[in-house]
């Protein structure tokens, strides 16, 4: 089964930084996209960064480009979030989330992915 947890969430002020990670098990993790999305309250869960398996490119929303990076380490099955000069529209649960390897991954499509984390929450303050 596979299974993804999330950790490095907390709060902090606007300028700041945190690093968030994501532990994959019961797969592969070296094969497969890894992804972050974000979800506010009273908004849809939105796409944040992407990197495909072998990490050589990475994908990121125009909101967050410039500020935050995605990385992953294969021999750790962990893929990481550096989210730096944070904004108080930041502010949501983070969730990183895998899919099940199809072909044509529409990767900024919540609904390409198969399995997710339960989320960690991410605070700034004004």
């Known amino acids: 089964q596979v299974q993804l947890v999330e950790s490095g969430g907390g709060l902090v002020q606007a300028g700041g930084s945190l690093r968030l990670s994501c532990a994959v098990s019961?797969?592969?993790?070296?094969?497969?996209?890894m992804a972050w999305f974000r979800q506010s309250p009273g908004k849809e869960r939105e796409f944040v960064a992407a990197?495909?398996?072998?990490?050589?490119?990475?994908y990121y929303a125009d909101s967050v480009k410039g500020r935050f990076t995605i990385s992953r380490e294969n021999t750790k099955n962990t893929v990481y979030l550096q989210m730096r000069s944070l904004k108080p529209e930041d502010t949501a649960v983070y969730y990183c989330?895998?899919?099940?390897?199809?072909?044509?991954?529409?990767?900024?499509?919540?609904?390409?992915?198969?399995?997710w984390g339960q989320g960690t929450q991410v605070t700034v303050s004004s």
């Open positions: 989330a895998t899919d099940i390897g199809r072909s044509g991954l529409r990767i900024t499509v919540v609904s390409e992915y198969d399995y």
């Open positions: 019961g797969r592969t993790f070296s094969s497969y996209t």
């Open positions: 990197i495909r398996w072998n990490g050589i490119i990475p």
